[in-house]
């Protein structure tokens, strides 16, 4: 996928772009490429933020989400944790996963500032702005799950806001990267919006089965009551709702021509199943901490996967270097 959008009308998708739209999906020729410091950092926005959902996995799976029993100190009177602290290692984990929102936010903001500097007043800026913004926040809902000492839905909430985080990060990486595609047929764009739909229910029902499993974070934390198996059922009901779909789309995308879409439908079938096993795999052993990590890094990648073909059917890329309104 070229960053400059240049491809010269070639090809069956330069071909299924002339006859299924008169706007220019891609940038033109004289759009001035994005640095190589640019496309890093927006890639790095991506890869931070799918750090610290799986590092505070690991506070999750370690039992030591109250490792740190206050917010914004740890203690109550430190913001470090104590050597010899009541709680441990548990407040070196939960400290390290605190520290953790700093990286985030570095990176974050060298990409606002970059995005200033190179881009200025574009779209990829204004939204790198609501990044900043959303990890703040982020921050902010770590300390309050905490002070409610872990309630099962603040800590769903705190995964679904870093999965809402991933949608801005994907968003300023795609208007960065400006990848080469031509605008979806109608079909291909209601496929892609019903996939996008049902992999937010994956993740959000997902959250459900956390809540009702034994992973709590803390061994005090009441659970949610629901019954593990139902909610598990629905969850494996709507991944296969997923790879459904996901498969209409890999033939569709592929009979339409449009192969930087059916790569992405063919990325996403890759991740699901593999996924989908390590899903299976934890849930017939007892749901041990080492998958539901890798669990969690798979959940990330999945909704990645989704996003990239959500934006490539649904959102095309600017004509000129991301000045729009
Ligand atoms: C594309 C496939 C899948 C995705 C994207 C996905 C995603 C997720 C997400 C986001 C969570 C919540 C993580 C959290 O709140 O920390 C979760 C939890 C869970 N998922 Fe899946 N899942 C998939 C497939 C499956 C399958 C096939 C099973 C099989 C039963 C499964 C079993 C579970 C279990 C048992 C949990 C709870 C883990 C815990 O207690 O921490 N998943 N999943």
Do not use: K
Not at 85 to 114: D, K, P, S
């Amino acid at each position: 996928m070229s960053p400059s959008g240049a491809q010269g009308g070639g090809g069956a998708e330069g071909t299924l772009r002339a006859v299924t739209t008169s706007a220019p999906a891609t940038a033109p020729p004289d759009a001035p490429a994005p640095s190589r410091t640019l496309v890093r950092l927006a890639l790095a926005a991506i890869v931070v933020n799918v750090a610290i959902v799986v590092t505070g996995g690991i506070v999750r799976v370690t039992g030591s989400g109250l490792g740190c029993p206050d917010w914004p100190s740890c203690d109550g009177t430190r913001v470090v944790p104590q050597a010899g602290a009541e709680q441990g290692w548990h407040a070196a984990v939960e400290f390290g996963n605190r520290l953790m929102t700093f990286v985030v936010l570095a990176v974050v903001v060298w990409l606002y500032v970059e995005l200033r500097r190179s881009l200025p007043s574009s779209r990829a800026q204004r939204w790198a702005g609501w990044l900043i913004v959303g990890v703040l926040g982020q921050g902010v809902l770590g300390g309050i799950t905490v002070r409610l000492e872990l309630h099962p839905l603040t800590v769903a909430a705190h995964f679904l806001a870093s999965m809402a985080l991933l949608v801005i990060a994907a968003m300023v990486h795609h208007l960065v990267t400006r990848p080469a595609a031509p605008r979806a047929d109608d079909r291909l764009r209601v496929i892609a919006g019903a996939l996008l739909a049902a992999a937010a229910l994956v993740l959000v029902v997902g959250t459900l089965v956390t809540a009702s499993g034994p992973h709590a974070g803390d061994p005090g934390t009441p659970r949610l009551g629901l019954d593990i198996r139902t909610v598990a059922r629905v969850h494996t009901t709507l991944v296969w709702t997923s790879v459904l779909l996901t498969v209409v789309g890999l033939v569709a995308a592929r009979r339409a021509g449009m192969a930087s879409l059916a790569h992405a439908f063919g990325v996403l079938l890759a991740v699901e199943l593999v996924q989908g096993a390590i899903g299976y795999a934890q849930y017939l052993l007892g749901i041990p901490p080492a998958l539901v990590a890798l669990h969690l890094l798979g959940a990330c990648l999945f909704w990645l996967a989704a996003l990239r073909v959500g934006l490539l059917a649904l959102w095309p890329v600017p004509a000129v270097a991301d000045a729009g309104p």
